[in-house]
């Protein structure tokens, strides 16, 4: 078992393995990775898919591409939580 890797300035992949006795960990690990990096992941998706457009998560708020967006709804689409500076 092992972790295939790009290095830097243009070198070719390489394979880094997993001494036998850590490949229940190392497994655990790159399940742990692809759940934490799973909104990311997507996001790269979306961008790739259509490059021309804001990349709309499930909490987005649900306005039209060239409606302006309240201090609120810019707070949500950037994924943001807003609070209020009123008190």
């Given at each position: 078992?092992?972790?295939?890797?790009f290095a830097g300035?243009?070198?070719e992949g390489d394979i880094k393995w997993i001494p036998t006795v850590m490949v229940g960990?190392?497994?655990?690990?790159v399940a742990r990775a692809k759940m934490l990096s799973e909104n990311a992941r997507q996001l790269a998706k979306?961008?790739?898919k259509h490059p021309d457009k804001f990349y709309r998560h499930a909490n987005?708020?649900?306005?039209?591409d060239d409606e302006l967006?309240?201090?609120?709804?810019?707070?949500?689409a950037l994924g943001l939580v807003c609070e209020s500076r009123k008190q």
């Amino acid at each position: 078992y092992g972790w295939r890797f790009f290095a830097g300035k243009g070198y070719e992949g390489d394979i880094k393995w997993i001494p036998t006795v850590m490949v229940g960990v190392a497994k655990t690990a790159v399940a742990r990775a692809k759940m934490l990096s799973e909104n990311a992941r997507q996001l790269a998706k979306g961008i790739e898919k259509h490059p021309d457009k804001f990349y709309r998560h499930a909490n987005c708020p649900d306005v039209a591409d060239d409606e302006l967006l309240t201090m609120e709804q810019a707070c949500m689409a950037l994924g943001l939580v807003c609070e209020s500076r009123k008190q």
